[in-house]
Structure formats: structure tokens, C-alpha cells
């Protein structure tokens, strides 16, 4: 019998905005953390009015809050690793990075949201540069999309993989604080129906092949992703094995995804595919 103790559960941080249809924002994040595995805490950093068909209205939470909410949390609570999500505002990018600078999780894993599955923005164009130069130093790996990977180095959105290369490696770059960063660069926007990620540490190029999934229940897929990478990193041993965790729980929620019936427009993924198999639709 193994003598090996077993891993301690994590205590892991979204610092993320409400979506209330729970497909996306830091109520995907609750449900894909404790699905592997993680106690999940949570700072509500924005608030929006959504469902799966659109965001209705948005309204930022004050950034002094913001501070308080961390500052009380992490006064109780050891966190092993944090997630940021949809920050919505510079003040809050500010006060965010300033204290995680000062708190020093071991994991920060940073999901720049810029535009909802909707088309909707959220994020202010003008906190793009804040979110670039404060946070993306202090990440252990970000997860951009191809249109949010355009908007941070300011240039087009690339169509191929040949150009995902470059553009991971231009945003590895940006990421000067030392210590060994990540970037996460996910194809999902790709042409066709491969859905190739890359990840890159500014020395080995790793490419995660994927293909695209019929089904219109994608919301929050990004949210998901990112949550799952920030619950699996304090249990594993590499953020290359963390990753690739991540990605097949995904893809098996986002291949559940038609179990749920939520909403008219794209339905959430299925977060807790794993412990509700077989159950029957009530």
C-alpha cells in the first residue's frame, strides 16, 4: 500500500463578474473548480444583467470593495491559486493587481474577457492597457482567445496555427516579471473545424489539437476553461499536465452540453458531466 499522503484540497479564487444564467462568470468558475476537486471562493469584481441570449446592462462594482473583498478573504484564507476574469474597469484592474501583487498566490491564471459570447463588450477599451501592463506580469499562464490575443498586442485576430505560433510568442514577451509564465493561446476562433491550442512557456511550443463540437452550448467555455486550469494546477505536477487536464474536461462538458436545457440562445457547457451521468432529465 502507498505510503504517499494524499493531496491537500485547494483553495482556489475566482475574481470574475456575475453572469445570473450561471453559464458563464464566477458561477462557472464555482461549478468547474468543485468538479475537480477544489473549495472555490469568489470576488465579484462586476455585475451583469445576462442570459444565454445577450448582456442586457452591466454595472461595475466600486473598486475599493473590490479591495475590501480580497483583503478579507485572504486574511482568513490560504489560497493555493487564483483566477481573474471579467474585471470590466480600469480602477478595478488596478486595485486587483495591486493586491495580488501584494498577496503573491502561487497560481494566477488570467482569462483577459473582452467580449461575451453575445458580441456584448466587457471590458472598457480604454482598461485594455492596464489589464496589459499590470496584470499580464503577474500571471503564471494567461488564456486568451484569437479576437482577445489581437486586441492585447493591438493587431488583427490570426486565422492559422502558423500565426498562433508567432503570436504566443509575442505574448510570452509581455510577460516580463520573471519566473516561469505561460501563455495558453486558444484556437476555438480557427477556421474549419480544428480547434488546435498552443501553449508556450518562451521555450518549448506545444500545440493541443482539438476539434470543434456540434453543438450551440458553448457559453462560457472560456470561463470554464480558465477555472479548470486554476482548480488542477495545485494538484498537478506541470502546467503542461494541468493544461491538458483542462482541455479534456472541457471538451467532455462541452460534449455533454445538450444534456441541459437552459436558455433559448447558447446554452452553458456541462459542468458536472461526470457526476450527474446517467441521471435522467427530470
Not at 131 to 152: D, F, K, S, Y
Not at 207 to 235: F, V
Not at 249 to 254: K, R
Amino acid at each position: 500500500m502507498s505510503t504517499d499522503s494524499p493531496r491537500a484540497i485547494p483553495n482556489t479564487l475566482t475574481i470574475a463578474g456575475m453572469d445570473p444564467s450561471g453559464g458563464a462568470g464566477i458561477l462557472a468558475d464555482v461549478k468547474a473548480m468543485s468538479a475537480l476537486g477544489a473549495y472555490a471562493c469568489a470576488v465579484v469584481a462586476a455585475l451583469t444583467a445576462q442570459n444565454t441570449q445577450a448582456v442586457t446592462d452591466i454595472s461595475p462594482v466600486n473598486a475599493q470593495f473590490v479591495r475590501a473583498q480580497i483583503d478579507t478573504l485572504f486574511a482568513d484564507v490560504e489560497i493555493h491559486a487564483v483566477k481573474i476574469g471579467m474585471l470590466g474597469q480600469t480602477g478595478v484592474i488596478e486595485v486587483v493587481a495591486d493586491r495580488l501583487g501584494h498577496y503573491k498566490p502561487p497560481h494566477l491564471v488570467l482569462d483577459p474577457v473582452m467580449v461575451a459570447k453575445s458580441g456584448d463588450l466587457l471590458l472598457e477599451q480604454k482598461a485594455v492597457g492596464a489589464l496589459r501592463e499590470q496584470l499580464l506580469p503577474l500571471a503564471t499562464i494567461i488564456t486568451p482567445n484569437l479576437p482577445e490575443a489581437g486586441v492585447l498586442l493591438e493587431m488583427r485576430s490570426v486565422e492559422t496555427v502558423r500565426e498562433m505560433r508567432r503570436v504566443a510568442e509575442r505574448l510570452r514577451n509581455l510577460m516580463t516579471h520573471g519566473g516561469h509564465r505561460w501563455v495558453l493561446l486558444k484556437g476555438g476562433h480557427l477556421p474549419g473545424n480544428d480547434t488546435i491550442d498552443v501553449l508556450h512557456d518562451g521555450d518549448k511550443m506545444i500545440e493541443l489539437p482539438g476539434h470543434r463540437i456540434p453543438t450551440r452550448n458553448t457559453h462560457g467555455t472560456g470561463c470554464t476553461l480558465s477555472a479548470a486550469l486554476t482548480a488542477l494546477l495545485p494538484q498537478m505536477d506541470s502546467v503542461i499536465d494541468a493544461t491538458r487536464a483542462a482541455k479534456e474536461y472541457l471538451v467532455a462538458a462541452i460534449a455533454s452540453a445538450d444534456m441541459l436545457k437552459v436558455g433559448q440562445g447558447h446554452g452553458p457547457v456541462h459542468h458536472f458531466h461526470k457526476l450527474w451521468a446517467g441521471k435522467p432529465l427530470q
